[in-house]
């Protein structure tokens, strides 16, 4: 190479090669030899060939590439400046940048009905299919997403409706809390000698036969009667326990009938609790080791019916009732008649419920409350334990008490006198009639225990035990009255019945209730429905979120490019005027003209 292709190009020979870059058109093949040159470094990911002429490199230089690298620097400063060319037009096509958002969103969904694990997407997508069966195909989906969305509505719904479910368990236990038993007398009263007709009268008024007993409100007797208190009536004129009961025996031990017997003043009148709260509370709980006819309580009883009023319904024998502690019984709900002249046997299956607080309705349209008794004991009055029976029946003897100025033997007012015969019968018995249980705050619990009572009965005595008892007694026919042993036969078929209360088996039924839809049943479930009506699974609900992420970061992320290009937009304008006008002043300056004759 000698020196002469070595020296840079004078001026003449610079004009006569821009001359020759505007007048001809370079080929494609000189373009690719040109770019076939030998290049400095890349300066921003731009290069630039450089020709001999200017004193670097072999070759022939062309003025055309100088001209193109000029316009492609001008276009990159323009790129880097704005972050992304707006609305630009993509090669062959024309088309604006908006147009390829949506091709980029089309790519994203394209790509998921390609490789879903749901099914039936792969057949709407595949373009390989006819485009009726890609029809059918994609009504075919959409039912069963629609049967599905309404499948889950249902699932929904029912949730949060609170339903709810039973599980019975049945456990086998070694030892078993023995119930209280309550026994009261169908006629309450007993009669005496005297003021015995007035009496007789009054109570007669409070049976189903009332109005055909008037009582004249003048006779001196029916006046004593009316002005007495009920505590006094209560006292003078109940059953006695050691009168009522005798023989009495528990798990085949002899017991005390004034000791193990309490009593209760009801609107029955008095009655009379074996296992009761008062023996609960000093001594505990009464159990029991085995079940059969032979354990549990055993007694005798005699009704006196010589001695009976005409009350309530009529008739004789004993009403019993089976609660436990710390229950109270229902006297107004519950009760099993015992007629006399049989041997009755109660076989008790014990079955405890529990219950779903709220939002979870128990009793109808109402929830339960979960508290124990010791945190509800403040609803009661005089009382160490609660009971929502209790409760109610406290509840309204406050109320008619209250009402009627005057307080009765249920329960005890602080301020007020007791009531007399009149008052109860005209105020407090109609007061307690027309009660409404809605007024009173007393809490359902959500545990308590409930019995299954089978009973049995035969003749007690039978004929030939009856004569054989009544030859063997010694006794004159005064004194086999009111004996406490048995009488003559005639006698015990109205007078003396037997009651054995026992364990049928010493296995326990629990009933629980349980939510019908939990969060692991529900996920269950809706898995379920999911593989039936699409085949899917929560990997498929993966894909299907990952699928609407990228759409909404496709979407914004061009919204929020184009809302900056427009706050970039002048810039970008004053710089690619600058970039023209240095072009247009080194083209002037190459030809030796000013700048203002160039434009």
């Given at each position: 190479?000698t ?10 020979e610079?004009?006569d ?14 373009e690719d ?12 990911g731009v ?14 230089h ?25 609305m630009?037009?993509t090669a ?8 390829e ?17 749901l099914?039936?997407?792969k057949?709407?997508?595949s ?15 959409l ?8 499948t889950?509505a249902n ?8 339903n709810?479910v039973?599980r ?32 007789n ?32 009536v209560?006292e ?48 505990g709980?009464?159990?029991v ?5 032979n354990?549990g ?35 107004d ?17 014990p079955?405890k ?22 945190l ?10 609660y ?21 009765t033997p ?5 301020g ?12 407090i018995?109609?007061c ?7 007024m ?8 308590f225990?409930?019995f299954e ?23 004159s ?6 004996s406490?042993?048995i ?5 015990m ?23 019908q ?6 996920f ?14 929560l ?5 299907l ?17 184009r ?9 970008a304008?004053?710089?690619?005027a ?7 002043t ?7 003209l ?6």
């Amino acid at each position: 190479m000698t020196k002469a292709n070595l020296s840079r190009p004078s001026l003449g020979e610079h004009l006569d090669i821009y001359k020759a870059s505007i007048w001809t058109a370079p080929s494609d093949k000189a373009e690719d030899d040109m770019m076939g040159q030998e290049t400095d470094p890349p300066r921003d990911g731009v290069s630039f060939p450089l020709g001999p002429e200017f004193g670097y490199g072999r070759g022939a230089h062309k003025c055309d590439g100088f001209r193109r690298w000029r316009e492609r620097s001008a276009q990159h400063a323009q790129t880097r400046a704005d972050g992304s060319t707006n609305m630009s037009t993509t090669a062959g096509a024309g088309k604006p940048k908006a147009i390829e958002d949506v091709e980029t969103m089309r790519e994203v969904w394209s790509h998921f009905g390609k490789y879903t694990t749901l099914h039936g997407i792969k057949n709407i997508e595949s373009s390989e299919r006819h485009r009726y069966t890609r029809i059918i195909w994609l009504i075919l989906v959409l039912t069963m997403a629609g049967l599905l969305i309404n499948t889950v509505a249902n699932l929904l719904i029912e949730y949060y409706q609170y339903n709810t479910v039973t599980r019975t368990d049945v456990k086998v236990h070694s030892k078993s809390v023995f119930p209280s038993v309550t026994l009261c007398n169908t006629c309450p009263y007993r009669r005496k000698p005297s003021s015995a007709e007035a009496m007789n009268r009054l109570i007669a008024n409070t049976s189903i036969l009332t109005g055909s007993f008037p009582v004249n409100l003048s006779d001196p007797e029916a006046i004593e009667v009316l002005n007495w208190t009920m505590a006094y009536v209560q006292e003078e004129y109940s059953f006695k326990p050691e009168n009522l009961f005798f023989m009495i025996t528990y798990e085949g031990q002899t017991l005390n009938v004034t000791e193990d017997f309490e009593f209760i003043d009801t609107g029955m009148g008095r009655c009379f609790t074996f296992n009761g709260p008062k023996y609960i509370a000093q001594h505990g709980v009464r159990l029991v080791t085995s079940d059969g006819r032979n354990s549990g309580l055993r007694t005798y009883v005699r009704l006196f019916q010589e001695d009976y009023y005409i009350y309530d319904d009529m008739t004789a024998g004993m009403r019993m009732f089976i609660s436990n502690y710390p229950d109270t019984p229902r006297l107004d709900k519950d009760g099993i008649d015992i007629q006399p002249g049989v041997s009755a046997r109660i076989a008790l299956s014990p079955v405890k419920f529990t219950f779903l607080p709220a939002p979870y309705s128990s009793y109808g349209g109402e929830s339960c409350d979960d508290r124990t008794s010791e945190l509800l004991v403040d609803k009661m009055v005089n009382s160490t334990f609660y009971s929502h029976d209790l409760c109610l029946h406290q509840c309204i003897y406050d109320f008619c008490s209250k009402r009627c100025g005057c307080y009765t033997p249920h329960l005890y007012i602080p301020g007020l006198h007791e009531c007399s015969v009149a008052v109860t019968v005209t105020c407090i018995r109609s007061c307690h009639d027309r009660a409404q249980t809605s007024m009173c705050d007393c809490p359902r619990p959500c545990t308590f225990t409930r019995f299954e009572v089978t009973v049995s009965q035969s003749q007690l005595p039978s004929r030939v035990a009856a004569e054989y008892l009544a030859r063997s007694l010694n006794t004159s026919p005064e004194a086999l009255r009111y004996s406490p042993l048995i009488p003559s036969g005639n006698k015990m078929g109205e007078d003396y019945l037997e009651i054995r209360v026992y364990f049928d088996t010493m296995m326990t039924r629990y009933e629980m209730h349980e939510p019908q839809y939990t969060f692991n049943s529900m996920f269950a479930y809706l898995g379920g429905q999911m593989g039936f009506f699409m085949g899917a699974s929560l990997i498929t609900l993966s894909e299907l979120l990952e699928t609407l992420f990228f759409t909404v970061y496709i979407f914004f992320n061009k919204k929020l490019k184009r809302l900056g290009q427009l706050n970039k937009q002048p810039a970008a304008s004053s710089i690619q005027a600058q970039t023209q006008t240095n072009t247009v002043t080194s083209n002037n300056h190459s030809k030796g003209l000013p700048i203002k004759q160039a434009w």
